[in-house]
């Protein structure tokens, strides 16, 4: 007796799809809809853990970017927002916040006196360092249902994907 896999709710939208409007094809959902789907569990996933670092996924994204940096963990907010990979908006609230919690500080460029820099903390840095490990962790259990070959077939089909479309949303 062999035992069918459990199946998602895109699995269920496809096949409703196919029945209702046989003239479409659906298939494209069943990447997009599990691409989007996963993205908002996994996300509410980090939201949950971060929070007890009393973190934001922006906030975080913050910290990150400037560990990434290596010492002296420092950069321009503008280097910073496109690093975190957030609005220039969103990067000011997130500065402010990261700063009145003592995990950044605001100083001047040592490259352009006009301008000002943002670097990590004593405090920012052991929490960034503590934070990343978790991070790290958690996403590899959220992928611990496929192989480390299907993890890496996986990475290398969406940074095709990605790159093939990360230019539509400069």
């Known amino acids: 007796m062999s035992r069918q896999p459990a199946q998602d709710a895109v699995a269920l939208f496809v096949a409703q799809w196919r029945a209702l409007r046989p003239e479409l094809e ?14 908002r569990i996994f996300q509410r996933r980090a939201d949950t853990w971060l929070a007890e670092f009393d973190l934001t996924w922006e906030t975080f994204a913050v ?19 496109r690093q975190a990979l957030l609005t220039s908006g969103a990067i000011t609230n997130r500065i ?11 100083e001047p460029d040592p490259d352009d006196a006009r301008s000002s ?38 990475a290398k089909l969406l940074s095709r994907l990605a790159a093939a479309h990360e230019t539509d949303t400069a």
Request: proline fraction near 6%.
């Open 26 to 39: 659906p298939a494209p959902t069943e990447v997009i809809g599990r691409v989007s789907r996963l993205a």
């Open 96 to 106: 402010a916040r990261a700063e009145a919690m003592g995990w950044v500080a605001r």
């Open 117 to 154: 820099a943002v670097r990590l903390t004593p405090k920012g840095l052991k929490l960034a360092n503590r934070v990343i490990e978790r991070h790290f962790a958690e996403q590899a259990g959220l992928l611990a249902a496929l192989s480390k070959a299907e993890q890496a077939q996986l």
């Open 63 to 81: 910290l990150g970017a400037l560990l990434r940096q290596g010492a002296p963990y420092r950069l321009t907010p503008t280097a910073l927002y």
